[in-house]
T-cell receptor, first 112, second 114 residues
Framework: GQQLNQSPQSMFIQEGEDVSMNCTSS?????WLWYKQEPGEGPVLLIA?????ELTSNGRLTAQFGITRKDSFLNISASIPSDVGIYFC????????????FGKGITLSVRP | ETGVTQTPRHLVMGMTNKKSLKCEQH?????MYWYKQSAKKPLELMFV???????ENNSVPSRFSPECPNSSHLFLHLHTLQPEDSALYLC?????????????FGPGTRLTVL
């Protein structure tokens, strides 16, 4: 079945640093989504990408939809302590197939 | 606050108990979803409802029984669960599951089966 690969499982950075996360797939998706989940909460949508090559920003977050439609990355600039959480990528074929395929997530820790 | 609420937030139950999880969405969406989130595993889709009709059952054991009385409410009835069913159960909603619309998640119910 379809799988999304996110690695490493955990990342540790210093406050103020930039961090980049990749998500790769062996199959094509037509929509890429990035979610953040904080302890005790459900995933919250950060950025949605609908077109190959699209680059979208949301504050300090920037995400890109890979040209091959098999990957996406999320960049966080000038990290702050509240960026701590689990970052999930999700792919969606779209159209009549709305099923989301999730990666396992990357746990981000930010040292003050 | 995503517009999707879930109750209870935490639930502890024995294997012989019967309990229900509730999800309500205030977004005017027509599709609702149940997911299971276990540690170190990707989110697993369980059920999809679109306009109150079940459109997907992802090979979920019959001890989990969903109910969708209207487009705003979704229930997950639980009975004779196993300890391995302990997980975070997430509800999500979207405008229409047949169009690949973005899904918005609730905060989840943390379920522990003793």
């Amino acid at each position: 079945g379809q799988q999304l690969n996110q690695s490493p499982q955990s990342m540790f950075i210093q406050e103020g640093e930039d961090v980049s996360m990749n998500c790769t797939s062996s199959s094509i998706f037509n929509t890429w989504l990035w979610y953040k989940q904080e302890p005790g909460e459900g995933p919250v949508l950060l950025i949605a990408l609908y077109k190959a090559g699209e680059l979208t920003s949301n504050g300090r977050l920037t995400a890109q939809f890979g040209i091959t439609r098999k990957d996406s990355f999320l960049n966080i600039s000038a990290s702050i302590p509240s960026d701590v959480g689990i970052y999930f990528c999700a792919g969606q074929v779209g159209g009549a197939n709305s099923k989301l395929t999730f990666g396992k997530g990357i746990t981000l820790s930010v040292r003050p | 606050e995503t517009g999707v609420t879930q109750t209870p937030r935490h639930l502890v139950m024995g294997m012989t108990n019967k309990k229900s999880l509730k999800c309500e969405q205030h977004l005017g969406h027509n599709a609702m979803y149940w997911y299971k989130q276990s540690a170190k595993k990707p989110l697993e889709l369980m059920f999809v409802y679109n306009f109150k009709e079940q459109t997907e059952n992802n090979s979920v054991p019959s001890r989990f029984s969903p109910e969708c009385p209207n487009s705003s409410h979704l229930f997950l009835h639980l009975h004779t669960l196993q300890p391995e069913d302990s997980a975070l159960y997430l509800c999500a909603s979207s405008q229409d599951s047949g169009r690949g619309d973005t899904q918005y998640f609730g905060p989840g119910t943390r379920l522990t089966v003793l």
